[in-house]
């Protein structure tokens, strides 16, 4: 088999604050194949657009990553500074969330797209800028009449496919959706998730596609990773995790979104922790209706969900439950909530 | 669709300037009304009998009510009629075509100066955030701004006019003054030695303008030294910056082509609210300098009490702020798209 377009291997990624080191990427691994569409979903805040930008190698001044992180079998994090920066936009693209304030007010549609051709292929004759352009402004529904406009003269939802085909011009091989349709409405959410699930398909891109929408993982992703508190706590096939979810978090979320339909993430009772200093053990333990003694004592590692090792095509969790053989018998008993807000508090 | 919505921001913008200048006037009407004294008598009072300070009186106008006085006051701006001075009957019309050009070109230069000086300190500052050269620039923009212009001036005569020997009084040396003004065309008279080809006026006009123009540049820097680095910075941490980033645009482009452009709009809107506060810079800037414009004009009717001497040309000075802040929307038009659809 080919080297996969993505490999990540315990990629950890550090924020420095005034008040100490966040953790918000905390060894996390997955990796995406051509064409292949993998959702990331969790809370707000549990670090998965730092995953994205730490792919691209866009982490703020003051922030560390490290792990192993490769693309098409090339070592992206042994790339000085320059060579890194001639991978972004070309190899590895990002489209964000709030497409009103991503293109730059002063600049023309047009302008845009010259701007990213011109600097990665400088040679490159002003027809074939917007021939190129118009090709893919076409596919995505936007006329070549409108070349020349301002971003101010379009709808959300039209930025949101301006931003696309922006990315799309550089035919990238991997793309970071970065909760694309978040600020559009409904019926534009549903195009433009059409959109991206064709280009997977149409040019064999792998799409990492970031959400905090269950809705949207069902219907475009083949697989889904569960982001808890910098973690990935569950992945695997998105029919077998939805059909049979492991992970108490999991479960908690497709509950929460079944009752409720619309954003439901945040009926789970409590509040994500603080990631500059994260809870002792499973980091999910103190809002798990499962939790054992063990959980807050121990980190539960990576297995696939019969216990044994992760291995490609399996759904892998990062929970006690599915490995019990591993957790000492006087500490499966429910946890003691009391004694934890005590110990909290100390 | 852009090219047409222009010419009407335009209108829109002119209509409503004209409220402000309605106050503007205003204010300056009541103000000299309600200051001691009456204009003649404090004028001239003491050099006139008292029947022909009320002849003077009844002559100007002024022993009519105020409301007659006023609508006729409005009526004459409108046409652009400023009046004459009391106290030696010269009409302010003229004395804005003699005197204003030295203080046009006084204003030009120091902007010249402030925008030079201003824009690229402030964006050495950003982009060297919270290090030594950021606390030094902003510290001197703090300083710039805040220290009173006669002493910047006098700081300017002793440590730089000394041992350079640059000029400190006047806009040109006295023999090339007369020879100018002899042909004065347009009496701006850096201009008419240009167009009657005298380079040697040219060059002696000029360095007279250095220490002046760097006076009052300075004064205004700060402004713009503080805008630009609030603004890059900004600018520097918005989303489309990172969204350029990620399309893999080189990191120098990204900061000229997006961050720092979009930072300059909003200090093109700080130029025309400068305006007022240049034109009260330049006033004491040339008291300072000798300098023969406007605001010396201006000082010496204040100091005569020639009460409608001074409400000419302070009249003028409004209409000018409210021009200029009518051509800085128009140029913010040109250069922010979005401005025309707001
Ligand atoms: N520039 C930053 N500096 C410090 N902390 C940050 C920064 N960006 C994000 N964080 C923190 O990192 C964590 C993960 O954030 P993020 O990746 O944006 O989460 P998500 O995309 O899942 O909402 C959060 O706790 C957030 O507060
Ligand atoms: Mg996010």
Same mark, same amino acid.
Request: proline share 6%; with cysteine; aromatic share 6%.
């Given at each position: 088999?080919?080297?996969?377009?993505?490999?990540?291997?315990?990629?950890?990624?550090?924020?420095?604050?005034?008040?100490?080191?966040?953790?918000?990427?905390?060894?996390?691994?997955?990796?995406?194949?051509?064409?292949?569409?993998?959702?990331?979903?969790?809370?707000?805040?549990?670090?998965?657009?730092?995953?994205?930008?730490?792919?691209?190698?866009?982490?703020?001044?003051?922030?560390?990553?490290?792990?192993?992180?490769?693309?098409?079998?090339?070592?992206?994090?042994?790339?000085?500074?320059?060579?890194?920066?001639?991978?972004?936009?070309?190899?590895?693209?990002?489209?964000?969330?709030?497409?009103?304030?991503?293109?730059?007010?002063?600049?023309?549609?047009?302008?845009?797209?010259?701007?990213?051709?011109?600097?990665?292929?400088?040679?490159?004759?002003?027809?074939?800028?917007?021939?190129?352009?118009?090709?893919?402004?076409?596919?995505?529904?936007?006329?070549?009449?409108?070349?020349?406009?301002?971003?101010?003269?379009?709808?959300?939802?039209?930025?949101?496919?301006?931003?696309?085909?922006?990315?799309?011009?550089?035919?990238?091989?991997?793309?970071?959706?970065?909760?694309?349709?978040? !600020?559009?409405? %409904?019926?534009?959410?549903?195009?433009?998730?059409?959109?991206?699930?064709?280009?997977?398909?149409?040019?064999?891109?792998?799409?990492?596609?970031?959400?905090?929408?269950?809705?949207?993982?069902?219907?475009?992703?083949?697989?889904?990773?569960?982001?808890?508190?910098?973690?990935?706590?569950?992945?695997?096939? !998105?029919?077998?995790?939805?059909?049979?979810?492991?992970?108490?978090?999991?479960?908690?979320?497709?509950?929460?979104?079944?009752?409720?339909?619309?954003?439901?993430?945040?009926?789970?009772?409590?509040?994500?922790?603080?990631?500059?200093?994260?809870?002792?053990?499973?980091?999910?333990?103190?809002?798990?209706?499962?939790?054992?003694?063990?959980?807050?004592?121990?980190?539960?590692?990576?297995?696939?969900?019969?216990?044994?090792?992760?291995?490609?095509?399996?759904?892998?969790?990062?929970?006690?439950?599915?490995?019990?053989?591993?957790?000492?018998?006087?500490?499966?008993?429910?946890?003691?909530?009391?004694?934890?807000?005590?110990?909290?508090?100390? | 669709?852009?090219?047409?919505?222009?010419?009407?921001?335009?209108?829109?913008?002119?209509?409503?300037?004209?409220?402000?200048?309605?106050?503007?006037?205003?204010?300056?009407?009541?103000?000299?009304?309600?200051?001691?004294?009456?204009?003649?008598?404090?004028?001239?009072?003491?050099?006139?009998?008292?029947?022909?300070?009320?002849?003077?009186?009844?002559?100007?106008?002024?022993?009519?009510?105020?409301?007659?006085?006023?609508?006729?006051?409005?009526?004459?701006?409108?046409?652009?009629?400023?009046?004459?001075?009391?106290?030696?009957?010269?009409?302010?019309?003229?004395?804005?075509?003699?005197?204003?050009?030295?203080?046009?070109?006084?204003?030009?230069?120091?902007?010249?100066?402030?925008?030079?000086?201003?824009?690229?300190?402030?964006?050495?500052?950003?982009?060297?955030?919270?290090?030594?050269?950021?606390?030094?620039?902003?510290?001197?923009?703090?300083?710039?701004?805040?220290?009173?212009?006669?002493?910047?001036?006098?700081?300017?005569?002793?440590?730089?006019?000394?041992?350079?020997?640059?000029?400190?009084?006047?806009? !040109?040396?006295?023999?090339?003054?007369?020879?100018?003004?002899?042909?004065?065309?347009?009496?701006?008279?850096?201009?008419?030695?240009?167009?009657?080809?005298?380079?040697?006026?040219?060059?002696? %006009?000029?360095?007279?303008?250095?220490?002046?123009?760097?006076?009052?540049?300075?004064?205004?820097?700060?402004?713009?030294?503080?805008?630009?680095?609030?603004?890059?910075?900004?600018?520097?941490?918005?989303?489309?910056?990172?969204?350029?980033?990620?399309?893999?645009?080189?990191?120098?482009?990204?900061?000229?082509?997006?961050?720092?452009?979009?930072?300059?709009?909003?200090?093109?809107?700080?130029?025309?609210?400068?305006?007022?506060?240049?034109?009260?810079?330049?006033?004491?800037?040339?008291?300072?300098?000798?300098?023969?414009?406007?605001?010396?004009?201006?000082?010496?009717?204040?100091?005569?009490?020639?009460?409608?001497?001074?409400?000419?040309?302070?009249?003028?000075?409004?209409?000018?702020?409210?021009?200029?802040?009518?051509?800085?929307?128009?140029?913010?038009?040109?250069?922010?798209?979005?401005?025309?659809?707001?």
């Amino acid at each position: 088999m080919s080297d996969p377009t993505i490999y990540a291997q315990h990629i950890r990624i550090w924020y420095g604050t005034p008040a100490g080191p966040v953790r918000a990427v905390d060894d996390v691994s997955f990796s995406i194949q051509n064409g292949e569409i993998l959702g990331l979903v969790g809370e707000s805040g549990s670090g998965k657009s730092t995953i994205g930008r730490g792919l691209l190698g866009l982490l703020p001044p003051g922030s560390v990553m490290d792990g192993e992180l490769a693309f098409k079998g090339e070592d992206l994090l042994a790339l000085d500074q320059k060579e890194r920066f001639k991978r972004r936009g070309r190899d590895l693209a990002m489209i964000f969330q709030e497409p009103l304030t991503r293109l730059n007010p002063l600049m023309r549609v047009s302008e845009h797209f010259t701007e990213t051709l011109r600097t990665h292929f400088p040679k490159i004759s002003d027809a074939e800028v917007e021939k190129r352009s118009l090709d893919v402004l076409q596919v995505i529904g936007i006329p070549p009449s409108r070349w020349k406009a301002y971003p101010h003269e379009f709808s959300g939802g039209m930025r949101q496919r301006i931003m696309i085909a922006l990315a799309l011009v550089l035919r990238p091989a991997f793309v970071v959706a970065d909760e694309p349709t978040t !600020a559009l409405d %409904v019926l534009v959410e549903a195009q433009i998730i059409r959109i991206l699930r064709d280009l997977a398909e149409q040019f064999d891109t792998a799409l990492l596609l970031i959400t905090h929408n269950l809705g949207i993982i069902a219907e475009a992703c083949d697989r889904v990773a569960v982001m808890y508190a910098g973690k990935i706590v569950e992945i695997g096939d !998105a029919r077998d995790v939805f059909s049979d979810p492991q992970h108490p978090y999991t479960q908690e979320l497709l509950r929460s979104t079944i009752t409720l339909t619309t954003d439901g993430l945040h009926s789970i009772p409590g509040a994500p922790p603080d990631l500059i200093d994260p809870p002792s053990g499973c980091h999910f333990h103190p809002r798990c209706p499962k939790a054992m003694a063990h959980c807050a004592v121990a980190e539960p590692p990576v297995r696939n969900k019969r216990g044994g090792k992760p291995e490609p095509g399996t759904t892998d969790v990062a929970c006690w439950i599915n490995q019990l053989a591993d957790v000492p018998e006087d500490a499966r008993g429910p946890l003691e909530r009391g004694e934890i807000s005590v110990a909290d508090e100390a | 669709m852009s090219a047409g919505s222009l010419p009407r921001y335009v209108l829109q913008r002119v209509l409503l300037v004209i409220p402000m200048m309605f106050i503007l006037l205003t204010v300056v009407f009541v103000l000299l009304r309600v200051a001691p004294g009456d204009p003649i008598s404090a004028s001239l009072g003491g050099k006139l009998t008292e029947e022909a300070i009320n002849a003077r009186r009844e002559m100007l106008g002024l022993n009519r009510p105020f409301i007659v006085q006023y609508l006729e006051y409005l009526g004459n701006t409108a046409t652009l009629n400023f009046g004459e001075t009391i106290t030696d009957n010269h009409a302010i019309l003229d004395i804005i075509r003699d005197n204003g050009g030295a203080t046009l070109t006084l204003t030009i230069g120091a902007f010249i100066i402030a925008l030079g000086v201003g824009i690229p300190l402030g964006r050495i500052a950003a982009r060297g955030r919270d290090k030594a050269r950021d606390v030094v620039i902003r510290v001197f923009g703090i300083i710039s701004y805040a220290t009173p212009i006669f002493f910047v001036g006098l700081l300017m005569q002793l440590y730089i006019a000394r041992p350079t020997g640059l000029p400190t009084s006047g806009i !040109a040396s006295p023999r090339i003054m007369h020879a100018v003004n002899q042909n004065a065309i347009t009496h701006v008279i850096l201009v008419d030695s240009v167009i009657q080809g005298n380079w040697a006026a040219v060059g002696d %006009v000029l360095v007279h303008h250095i220490l002046p123009c760097l006076t009052l540049g300075m004064m205004i820097c700060g402004v713009f030294i503080r805008m630009v680095r609030v603004n890059l910075l900004q600018t520097l941490q918005s989303d489309y910056v990172e969204a350029a980033r990620a399309r893999g645009i080189h990191e120098s482009r990204v900061v000229r082509k997006h961050a720092f452009r979009n930072a300059l709009v909003p200090v093109v809107t700080i130029v025309g609210l400068q305006a007022a506060m240049t034109l009260g810079g330049a006033v004491l800037t040339e008291s300072t300098f000798n300098w023969p414009g406007l605001g010396t004009q201006l000082m010496h009717y204040i100091q005569a009490r020639d009460y409608m001497g001074v409400q000419g040309i302070v009249t003028f000075f409004a209409l000018v702020v409210a021009a200029i802040s009518v051509i800085v929307d128009v140029v913010n038009a040109l250069i922010d798209p979005r401005v025309r659809f707001e």
